[in-house]
């Protein structure tokens, strides 16, 4: 059985994990052993790893059957379920472990980990207080385990459980301050220098050593345009994305090329498809290495590479640890010091970064000259609600935070208490949609005097309900030293006042900046007891309160806060300041190396550079489907490297050695065979012409010795016009976009379905735009949208590109 191994590993290491996972079929088929457990074990994780889960989930099962005590395949058993979106059978997998492996000091590490898994996904489902029970647990049999601890802390700040640091066993509040992430800092310390420390314990462990290499030339790049590039996995339906989308739109072309490095979830919402719309290039890093997604920025020559992510969930700080571009900034992600090495500036403002926090930052300040954080004018609001709907008395004067529940500490919550009982005559709405939250706040208000009709919840809506919802309440009450950054926006933008308390980091002077620039300044409070004496006047003064609307309301239009033009050159200028070029060098204004122009009229080309531009570097072998048609261009880039082609009318051998004379969808085996060490396969407008693109792309997927890559253009079936052509019957009339030979239509979400169920994971995906429609055909596309049950925003954002260019790889 050692030799078995061995060769898997082998194979393994070698990039060949379908042969490995045949060497452990053969060998399962014709030895029976009693270690047989073992190798269906491994023969389970080599499945997993190539994407083939179901069978992964059978082979675990039988290693369990013939070894129940055999922990490990539980384990994975249970991550697979996770995985396949089953929570409960993982759940019952793990529990499993717990109620029929025998107690044992050799189970105990295992067994650990599960009742840790447990946690862990209970705390992903929301089941916050299950969630804690389980960590307490784990913690109670093991004390030393600094991450559980670090989870069990923020899971104690989301539930309202103060003190946050309550001691038990060995674990003093001292060691979970040392314990606790960087995020739930923010809300715990009001000492910018705690802050610091927080931030450089969490880089010490996810990049020791500091800077791993300068990729990037120091100097800069001559380019005349800046090319920016955002780095985030939050360009989708996330708090950065509603401030930042109007930014993408508004950047001036004429100075900045936009660059998107996105491992964000696809969530099909009408804010990630105008975000990914207003980038001019956007590039998919989630199934690359750090090294290599920085190595990918590198080559794109980023002169300014902006980290919107910080330290927070997700981080991929090594990312910017190898200096892929000449100067690294963060900015809106993470409201605080980062420390994260490579990273040279932080933007801010005079308010919210004063000099005298400047030693507490690792970042130099970059000060915009009114407010470091931008908004976006486009945010729809809702007709305005009724108060009764809401759980809201008609009568009362309402003060509400919709700030998330684990800023609220025990502090502030003793002032909001106070504020209820020196304006008897109110109530405080607050969000929280998990009952063990509620049901603490619940307890601390009775333990002020303070009654549960007096504090009331409000569940997750839509956004544009989110916002109309605002307009319910009188005034809203932030949280310190965690202030509101975009909620305090969204109050403003739906024209409710906000009062906050600024403290002496950053993270507790965000709305304090947000105030000045919409012309509020006295709603700024610089003491706990101020905060609570300016909430008291105002209560109790209904006509100030509303003069502080009416204000606040006139303001809108022309305060710096939401003038985004403004903020956006503001913004570029900025930028300018720091940017790098080499000295001596003529600025050069080369075209985007994978730009796509506007199709000439009446002619929607095929976006062949594109094609060839989004291949990885590093691919020798490609295979063109349906034609030949890039294979000048392919051999004059990499002359030494391998171009098939398959044709049944395609290029003569002695033009093309490597052609393949057949139509793709009848080739044999040993065509197949043939084709197995291809690593990358191109359908300049192919795919669609297959009987079953389904079929062929597993077959792709199954065939291939590694993971194969997938460079797809393809015409977009939602376009305005092929949907105006049907409406008039007349799809394939001379010059229209629709292709006679096309037998498959594909819109931007089935071509991301039929890509995933083949088991491939889309990596970037660029946008062909055509001229817009006119506003009828516009309204029209919206109206039947909205008539089917759909997003008329998501329909208006589909029906702009006329083509997609893709580029997945199997999963």
């Known amino acids: 059985m050692g030799e078995l191994f061995e060769g898997a590993q082998a194979l393994q290491a070698a990039n060949e994990p379908q042969q490995a996972a045949n060497l452990y079929k053969v060998w399962l088929e014709h030895t029976h052993s009693p270690l047989a457990f073992a190798a269906w074990f491994n023969l389970g994780v080599v499945q997993a790893e190539i994407g083939d889960d179901a069978a992964a989930e059978v082979s675990y099962g039988k290693a369990i059957l013939q070894n ?11 991550t697979l379920c996770e995985r396949r979106g089953r929570p409960d059978d993982a759940l019952s997998t793990w529990q499993a472990i717990l109620d029929e492996v025998p107690e044992s000091a050799e189970h105990m590490p295992l067994k650990l980990q599960a009742i840790n898994n447990i946690g862990r996904l209970l705390e992903n489902l929301k089941r916050l207080p299950e969630a804690a029970a389980w960590l307490t647990r784990s913690l109670e049999l093991k004390p030393d385990q600094p991450k559980v601890l670090t989870h069990w802390i923020h899971l104690r700040q989301k539930l309202c459980r103060w003190p946050v640091y309550q001691p038990f066993g060995d674990v003093t509040p001292e060691i979970m301050r040392e314990c606790t992430s960087s995020l739930a800092t923010l809300a715990q310390a009001h000492d910018p220098a705690e802050q610091l420390a927080a931030s450089r314990r969490y880089i010490d462990e996810k990049v020791p050593g500091g800077v791993r290499a300068q990729l990037a030339p120091t100097e ?19 708090a950065v994305s509603i401030l930042t989308a109007e930014l993408y739109e508004l950047h001036d072309r004429e100075r900045v090329e936009v660059y998107a490095f996105s491992w964000s979830r696809e969530d099909n919402s009408p804010l990630r498809a105008r975000v990914v719309g207003a980038m001019d290039h956007y590039i998919r890093i989630d199934h690359m290495t750090d ?45 605080g010091t980062t420390a994260i090495p490579g990273v040279d500036y932080v933007i801010a403002d005079d308010f919210v970064l004063p000099p005298e926090l400047e030693p507490f930052f690792t970042e130099k300040p970059l000060r915009m000259p009114q407010t470091f954080q931008i908004n976006d004018r486009q945010r729809k609001i809702a007709p305005p609600p009724r108060r009764i709907d809401n759980g809201l008395p008609e009568d009362k004067f309402v003060f509400c935070c919709f700030n998330s529940n684990f800023k609220i500490g025990p502090d502030v919550f003793a002032a909001w208490m106070r504020i209820l009982q020196q304006v008897p005559d109110s109530v405080l709405w607050v969000v929280a949609d998990v009952e ?11 333990a002020c005097g303070i009654g549960p009709d007096r504090l009331i919840f409000a569940g997750r809506v839509v956004p544009a309900d989110y916002l109309a919802r605002f307009q319910l309440a009188d005034l809203f009450l932030d949280t310190a030293p965690f202030n509101a950054g975009t909620t305090a926006s969204d109050a403003l933008w739906a024209g409710l006042p906000v009062l906050t308390w600024s403290g002496r ?22 003491t706990l007891a101020d905060y609570e004496a300016v909430a008291i006047a105002l209560g109790n003064d209904r006509a100030r309160m509303l003069a502080l609307r009416q204000r606040l309301a006139a303001n809108l239009g022309t305060s710096a806060l939401f003038d985004t033009p403004r903020f956006v050159r503001d913004y570029e200028d900025l930028l300018e300041t720091v940017v790098r070029r080499p000295a001596g060098v003529p600025l050069r204004d080369d075209p985007a190396p994978d730009a796509v122009g506007l199709p000439d009229a009446g002619e929607l080309s095929i976006q062949l550079g594109t094609i060839l531009n989004m291949v990885q570097p590093g691919i020798h072998s490609v295979v063109e489907v349906g034609g030949a048609s890039l294979m000048n261009a392919w051999r004059a880039r990499r002359p030494n490297s391998h171009f098939t082609s398959i044709d049944p009318a395609g290029q003569p051998r002695i033009t093309n050695p490597r052609a393949i004379v057949e139509d793709p969808e009848q080739l044999n085996d040993r065509e197949w065979q043939s084709l197995t060490a291809a690593q990358c396969w191109l359908f300049p407008q192919t795919l669609e012409r297959l009987s079953d693109p389904w079929q062929f792309l597993q077959r792709i997927r199954l065939s291939a010795l590694g993971k ?19 409406s008039r019957g007349a799809l394939h009339e001379a010059g229209a976009l629709a292709d006679r030979r096309g037998r498959h239509w594909f819109t931007r979400a089935s071509l991301a379905a039929m890509l995933a169920e083949c088991g491939f994971a889309i990596v970037e995906m660029r946008t062909v735009l055509a001229p817009p429609p006119d506003a009828a055909t516009l309204q029209a596309i919206r109206q039947l949208a909205t008539a089917a049950g759909g997003n008329p925003d998501l329909a208006e954002q589909d029906a702009m590109p006329y083509q997609y260019i893709v580029h997945a790889v199997a999963r």
Request: neutral net charge.
């Open 68 to 78: 129940p005590g055999f922990i490990e395949p539980r384990l994975n058993l249970g």
């Open 220 to 238: 800069g790049y001559p380019h005349k345009r800046m090319r920016i590039g955002y780095l985030s996995s939050d360009l989708c339906s996330h």
């Open 436 to 446: 063990g939250t509620k049901d603490n706040l619940w307890r601390e208000a009775a």
């Open 708 to 726: 194969p890559h997938i460079v797809a253009c393809i015409t977009n079936g939602q376009h305005w016009q092929l949907q105006s052509l049907l």
């Open 291 to 335: 090294e290599e997604a920085a190595r990918c920025i590198c080559e794109n020559e980023i002169d300014i590479l902006v980290d919107l992510h910080g330290l927070t969930s997700g981080a991929r700080v090594s990312i910017l640890s190898y200096r892929a571009a000449p100067v690294q900034l963060t900015w809106l992600g993470f409201p």
């Open 505 to 526: 980091t950053f993270s507790s002077r965000m709305a304090g900046s947000l105030l000045h620039a919409v012309g509020l300044p006295e709603l700024v409070t610089h």
